[in-house]
């Protein structure tokens, strides 16, 4: 009895630390979908603003510097309220900034080919 129960408690620990990862997880993909999703908002206002592929690519550049302090923000958030050291999201801040950064790089170097 003792030991089926020992089991059942360990089948709910490892369940609930498996749902945690995942909510991890998704938590990442969304704050780097948010962070494409901003630089196409960045982008298009360059379009607005400047009418040519000078202008958007200009604009893509100052995504990176705002994004960098979303991301640290993310990271604050993380530390202060999640309860995560700094130690385990800081890997997590490089992945949340370098995706949308590399993007935006990436646009640059093709708006400023046009």
């Known amino acids: 009895m003792a030991h089926e129960q020992l089991d059942r408690m360990e089948r709910v620990q490892r369940d609930s630390e498996s749902k945690q990862k995942e909510g991890i ?6 704050v780097m979908g948010g962070g494409l ?11 607005l603003w400047g009418a040519n592929a000078a202008g958007m690519a200009l604009a893509a550049k100052a995504f990176v510097p705002a994004w960098v302090l979303m ?12 309860g995560y050291s700094a130690r385990e999201e800081f890997p997590i801040l490089l992945l949340v900034f370098a ?16």
């Open 37 to 47: 999703v901003l630089l196409g908002v960045f982008v298009l206002f360059g379009w």
């Open 99 to 114: 995706v949308p950064a590399v993007v935006a790089g990436i646009a640059v170097w093709r708006l400023s080919q046009s």
């Open 25 to 30: 997880d998704m938590h990442v993909l969304l």
């Open 71 to 82: 991301a640290a923000a993310n990271m604050w958030v993380g530390v202060t309220h999640a």
